[in-house]
């Protein structure tokens, strides 16, 4: 364990010294400032549309830094002969993979907390700001919590969406290179979001077509599962035993994808 945790402290303090940290980071940031001033013509739901893009740049923002993470930590190490090095010293190949992941998370963990903590507060003076834009009285501070409270799930649950992908590439980048590794992870993405609807698509169609939109609803991991954007947009609150589902489907796909990366990495050849 102390060898495992050893390697996550070095993979994060490297991953966050990088300057794409720094530039992600920073372009996250500048939006998240930039959409409390977008004029969305919504009617009065503006905070919602806020909520929904903020959201979306952290997640996007953050599955970037983990997947570059993930590449440049396992791919990278192994390509430039690095890994051997640390591998020959009394660390085996599985401590190896899971420090890594874990530094992933400690990345991508704070990073959500950093955006998270300014997302709260531009929730908070979007609120007044369109009060004031309304002619109205801006609520007290206290008023404007609720707001808070109905992302916080949502940040949770995007922040296990870019773990279940960054397992996968973890898993990936034992064997292929950082440029296939981001194109094969993005490609999950979307087709992780887009299963769902194929399936329901495809039922009393061909058999065919059934057939294969459930085999890739059984591959993929279900990142619908993680979306909550309808109920963000509906001013609905996640309740607790969505939560816990959530992390239970998170850490069990992220258990089968790591079972993946052991038996990936255990005859690479990294001389």
């Given amino acids: 364990m102390k060898k495992t945790i050893t390697i996550a402290r070095a993979t994060a303090k490297e991953a966050m010294r990088q300057p794409v940290f720094f530039v992600l980071l920073f372009v996250a940031i500048a939006m998240l400032l930039i959409f409390p001033l977008v004029p969305y013509n919504t009617f009065g739901e503006d905070v919602k549309m806020v909520k929904d893009t903020g959201l979306q740049a952290i997640l996007i923002s953050s599955l970037l830094m983990a997947l570059l993470t993930a590449s440049s930590g396992i791919a990278d190490e192994i390509e430039g002969r690095t890994a051997i090095t640390l591998l020959s010293k009394p660390v085996n190949r599985r401590q190896f993979i899971v420090g890594k992941f874990v530094g992933i998370l400690l990345v991508v963990l704070t990073m959500f907390l950093v955006l998270g903590a300014l997302f709260c507060l531009v929730i908070i003076y979007k609120v007044g700001y369109d009060a004031r834009e309304s002619a109205r009285v801006p ?11 109905q992302i916080l799930p949502g940040l949770v649950l995007a922040y296990f969406e870019v773990i279940v992908i960054g397992s996968v590439s973890v898993a990936i980048s034992t ?29 009393g169609q061909f058999e065919a077509v059934g057939f294969m939109a459930k085999l890739f609803a059984t591959i993929f991991p279900q990142l619908e599962v993680f979306n909550v954007h309808n109920s963000i947009a509906t001013g609905l609150m996640i309740p607790a035993d969505y939560l816990f589902m959530g992390f239970l489907y998170c850490v069990l796909y992220c258990v089968l994808a790591l079972l993946g990366a052991f038996i990936l990495f255990e005859d690479r050849d990294l001389a």
Avoid: K
């Avoid at 609520?139 to 409270?149: A, D, G, T």
């Fill in 175 to 203: 064997r292929l290179p950082m440029l296939v590794n981001l194109v094969v992870c993005l490609a999950l993405f979307v087709l992780g979001h887009l299963t769902p609807i194929l399936v329901q698509v495809s039922e």
């Fill in 139 to 149: 609520p007290p501070y206290l008023e404007r919590l609720p707001e808070v409270y």
